[in-house]
C-alpha cells in the first residue's frame, strides 16, 4: 500500500459529461502528479501541484483542469468527455523536500465514457 | 531528462536472480536513475533509485556502471507476483520543484516463469 488514496475507482460516464477525480496524498506529502494511461499512450504527465500551486504541465488538455486544496489533497476535472479520454487516471505524491524524492502512485481511477 | 532504453521483454525462471539492464549513454551527472514497477493496471510501484553507487533496498540491487551509462536492476529470487512491466526513468535532480515529474517509456515486460 503506497498511501496514497484515489476515489472512485471505476467511473463509467457518458460523452460530453463532466467528472471529479479524488486523490488523497501520503501523510507529510507536499506534491500530487497527475498521470493518464490509456491502451496506446503509456503512463502521461498532466499536472503537477506543489503545496497548492500548480508547477508544471504535460500533456494535459484544455478540457482538464486540476487543483490541490488546502489539506494538500486533488481533485482532476475532466469535462466535455469523449469516447479517447477512456483511460487509467493516477495520482502520485511526494515529499519533495530535497532533491531526490521518489514519487508513490495511487492505483488510479479507471475511467470509461461511453 | 535522459532518454532510457529498455528491453521490451524477459523471461525468468522462479526462484532465480531477475537481471534488467536499462541503458542511458546520454546520462548527465545530476541526474538519477530510478526504477518502477507496474503489475496489471495497479498504480506503478517505486522499486529503488541511485546517483552512481550500487544500491540495495529490500526489493531489489540496481548496480550502476563506473561511467553511468548503464544500469541494471536485480531481483534476486523471482517469484511470480514479480511478473510486471519494470521502467526504468532518468530524472535531473533539481531544487526547482517544478521540474520532478518522471518521464515513463514502455518498460520492459518481464515474466516470471513456474
Known amino acids: 500500500d503506497s498511501g496514497v488514496t484515489q476515489t472512485p475507482k471505476h467511473l463509467i460516464t457518458a460523452t460530453g459529461q463532466r467528472v471529479t477525480l479524488r486523490c488523497s496524498p501520503r501523510?507529510?506529502?507536499?506534491?500530487v502528479y497527475w498521470y493518464q494511461q490509456s491502451l496506446d499512450q503509456g503512463l502521461q504527465f498532466l499536472i503537477h501541484y506543489y503545496n497548492g500551486e500548480e508547477r508544471a504541465k504535460g500533456n494535459i488538455l484544455e478540457r482538464f483542469s486540476a487543483q490541490q486544496f488546502p489539506d494538500l489533497h486533488s481533485e482532476l476535472n475532466l469535462s466535455s468527455l469523449e469516447l479517447g479520454d477512456s483511460a487509467l487516471y493516477f495520482c502520485?505524491?511526494?515529499?519533495?523536500?530535497?532533491?531526490?524524492?521518489?514519487?508513490?502512485f495511487g492505483n488510479g481511477t479507471r475511467l470509461t465514457v461511453t | 531528462d535522459a532518454k532510457t532504453t529498455q528491453p521490451p521483454s524477459m523471461d525468468c525462471a522462479e526462484g532465480r536472480a531477475a537481471n534488467l539492464p536499462c541503458n542511458h549513454s546520454?546520462?548527465?551527472?545530476?541526474?538519477?536513475v530510478y526504477w518502477y514497477r507496474q503489475i496489471h493496471s495497479q498504480g506503478p510501484q517505486y522499486i529503488i533509485h541511485g546517483l552512481k553507487n550500487n544500491e540495495t533496498n529490500e526489493m531489489a540491487s540496481l548496480i550502476i556502471t563506473e561511467d553511468r551509462k548503464s544500469s541494471t536492476l536485480i531481483l534476486p529470487h523471482a517469484t511470480l507476483r514479480d511478473t510486471a512491466v519494470y521502467y526504468c526513468?532518468?530524472?535531473?535532480?533539481?531544487?526547482?520543484?517544478?521540474?520532478?515529474?518522471?518521464?515513463f517509456g514502455s518498460g520492459t515486460r518481464l515474466q516470471v516463469q513456474p
Open positions: 526513468i532518468v530524472r535531473v535532480e533539481s531544487w526547482d520543484t517544478g521540474r520532478r515529474a518522471l518521464t
Open positions: 501523510s507529510g506529502d507536499l506534491s
Open positions: 502520485a505524491s511526494s515529499v519533495d523536500f530535497g532533491t531526490e524524492s521518489p514519487l508513490h
Open positions: 546520454t546520462i548527465s551527472g545530476n541526474e538519477y
